[in-house]
């Protein structure tokens, strides 16, 4: 606004800018879930509800996201068991124990006695 008056000042206008008499701001918080007024949206995005979207085990924010797709959000009934550095050990004793279902077990060998890699999905009830 100073920098308006002082143009205007300087564009030899004969007026000259002494001080505000009122001035009013209207400051709106910028809120991501919600849709803005300025521009119309289509019916399936202003009819489409969004929410804040957490995990539901560590209750961390994820960010915005549509009430179905968070809904339909389901943690996989699967936990990852990672065991490395066998280079030195008779994999072997591992393959036989966790070979005692008829479910799939994935091996990568490296000879017949050692394994680079084994892998098996476990049910869990």
């Known amino acids: 606004m100073i920098e308006e008056a002082d143009e205007m000042e300087t564009k030899g206008s004969g007026w000259s800018f002494q001080e505000v008499t009122y001035l009013e701001l209207k400051i709106n918080k910028y809120d991501p879930l919600y849709a803005s007024s300025y521009i119309d949206l289509p019916k399936e995005l202003k009819n489409d509800k969004k929410v804040k979207d957490h995990c539901h085990l560590t209750g961390k924010y994820r960010g915005p996201a549509h009430e179905a797709c968070n809904l339909s959000y389901k943690i996989p009934y699967f936990i990852p068991v990672i065991i ?15 070979g005692f279902d008829e479910s799939r077990l994935d091996v990568i060998p490296n ?8 892998s098996k999905n476990l049910e869990i009830i």
């Open 84 to 98: 490395h550095n066998l280079s030195g050990y008779d994999a072997r004793l591992f393959i036989k124990e966790i």
């Open 111 to 118: 000879n017949e006695e050692k394994y680079i890699s084994f």
